[in-house]
């Protein structure tokens, strides 16, 4: 299984971008998929998460309103918009698979991605 998350960078507080997570090995359209990210000095946390079809939606409080989880599942890929970021955004940000449940959820992950950098500068 192969969780590629691209679409990081730099960019000003207020600002946006958009990550991309591409999976193969696995059956995406059967796992639910989330985006957890970790700063400096802290333990990784969930962001969002999204169901088998999509229609089950979770996010953190932190990022609820800014962020939009989607997915394409006849293109095998994983979206998290960001919209108004703030400092406290930066973080590398993981994709994750769960082959256990088709429900949002922020836990029980068993596939992770390698990360992408989300610098955001006041």
């Known amino acids: 299984v192969q969780l590629q998350a691209s679409g990081g960078g730099l960019v000003q507080a207020g600002g946006s971008l958009r990550l991309s997570c591409a999976a193969s090995g696995l059956t995406f359209s059967s796992h639910t998929m989330g985006w957890f990210r970790q700063a400096p000095g802290k333990e990784r946390e969930f962001v969002a998460a999204i169901g088998w079809s999509g229609g089950g939606i979770n996010y953190a409080g932190s990022v609820k309103g800014r962020y939009a989880i989607s997915r394409d599942n006849a293109k095998n890929t994983l979206y998290l918009q960001m919209n108004s970021l703030k400092p406290e955004d930066t973080a590398v940000y993981y994709c994750?698979?769960?082959?256990?449940?088709?429900?949002?959820?922020?836990?029980?992950?068993?596939?992770w991605g390698q990360g992408t950098q989300v610098t955001v500068s006041s």
């Open positions: 994750a698979a769960n082959s256990y449940t088709i429900v949002p959820t922020d836990r029980g992950y068993n596939y």
